[in-house]
């Protein structure tokens, strides 16, 4: 079974600041996708950035990258310029590849507020 | 494109009551997946239809169960409510394999 950490309940940084968020995984398969998805007080849960674990080369999106390490089984967030928007609960996710019984496994998430 | 929908949007309901709640996937997308998320904790993985047959359960009690229609909606039952069903129930849509995409949910609250 695979599990998910995520060591920080809360975070704050100010407006226009980068800040990283963590998440280590826990897993004996090789090939699998790695999520972060943001859950802001709408509570639709939106996705943000997607690692698939045979790419050597981090994921980026816009301000959003990853720092994916295999070997340590970790994989980081960081928003960079980050904006009032971005308050939010971020979940990380681990999705074993695979045509069929595809379910993610959630972290526990990191409560993200943005300071103005 | 519409992205996933689901009704209702909020619903109470009292203990030993059922409830059915209802999922409309991305177009082109044959997959769907229920989760539960409780106040405070990440999703839980309920179950998993691809073309109509389940293709994964989570560990949950008989008393939910789920199904899909031709045209690739879905429903989740869940019969017997107790106080502990009360959470916000997630449905996501993808194509096999890929990325999930989420609904806005359905907020279930058991008095």
């Known amino acids: 079974a695979q599990t998910v950490t995520q060591s920080q309940p809360e975070m704050s940084v100010q407006e226009a600041e980068t800040v990283t968020l963590s998440c280590t995984y826990d897993t004996s398969e090789n090939n699998y996708y790695l999520f972060w998805y943001k859950q802001p007080p709408s509570r639709q849960m939106i996705l943000v950035i997607r690692?698939?674990?045979?790419?050597?080369q981090n994921a980026t999106e816009n301000r959003f990258s990853v720092n994916f390490q295999k070997a340590a089984k970790s994989f980081s967030l960081k928003i960079s310029d980050s904006q009032l928007g971005d308050t939010a609960m971020y979940f990380c996710?681990?999705?074993?590849?695979?045509?069929?019984?595809?379910?993610?496994?959630f972290g526990t998430g990191t409560r993200l507020t943005i300071i103005p | 494109d519409a992205g996933v929908t689901q009704s209702p949007t909020h619903l109470i309901k009292t203990r030993g009551q059922q409830v059915t709640l209802r999922c409309s996937p991305i177009s082109g997308h044959k997959s769907v997946s229920w989760y539960q998320q409780v106040l405070g904790q990440g999703p839980q993985f309920i179950f998993q239809?691809?073309?109509?047959?389940?293709?994964g359960r989570g560990n949950f009690p008989d008393r939910f169960s789920a199904r899909q229609f031709p045209n690739y909606s879905s429903e989740l039952n869940v019969n017997a409510l107790l106080l502990g069903d009360s959470a916000l129930y997630l449905c996501a849509s993808s194509l096999l394999g890929d990325t999930q995409y989420f609904g806005p949910g359905t907020r279930l609250t058991v008095l």
């Open positions: 239809y691809y073309e109509k047959e389940e293709r």
């Open positions: 690692q698939e674990a045979y790419k050597q």
């Open positions: 996710a681990f999705m074993k590849r695979s045509f069929g019984n595809e379910k993610l496994t």
